[in-house]
């Protein structure tokens, strides 16, 4: 079992910039992916990003790719997401989820989820 906690989010400014945080707890965090999805009402959950247990692999949704940037460190078991040039679109829940697979898609789905962290970027 992995608990997750994430936090950082916050009100910002267009072209501002956040660092979300995910502190997890558990058992065998450095041999899972990990992922930051974000949500807004009405819309589907939509990966943002994602990284491998040994950070070899990245993923980015092409809307945050270039301003966003996911990283690990296993031995504090975190997970980041530094957003920067944030625009009123990046505005939604963000949610750190983890699976112990491999595979960095959505395919095995991701198991555990945070409570998940506002982030409001104003215009």
């Known amino acids: 079992q992995v608990q997750l906690v994430e936090s950082g989010g916050g009100l910002v400014q267009a072209g501002g910039s956040l660092r979300l945080s995910c502190a997890a707890s558990?058992?065998?965090?450095?041999?899972?992916?990990m992922g930051w999805f974000r949500q807004t009402p009405g819309k589907e959950r939509e990966l943002a990003a994602a990284i491998s247990w040994n950070s070899a692999n990245t993923y980015y949704a092409d809307s945050v790719k270039g301003r966003f940037t996911i990283s690990r460190d296993n031995a504090k078991n975190t997970v980041y997401l530094q957003m920067n040039s944030l625009k009123s679109q990046d505005t939604a829940v963000y949610y750190c989820?983890?699976?112990?697979?491999?595979?960095?898609?959505?395919?095995?789905?991701?198991?555990?989820w945070g409570q998940g962290t506002q982030v409001t970027v104003s215009s």
């Open positions: 558990g058992r065998s965090f450095s041999t899972y992916a």
């Open positions: 989820a983890a699976k112990d697979y491999t595979s960095i898609s959505l395919y095995p789905p991701y198991n555990y």
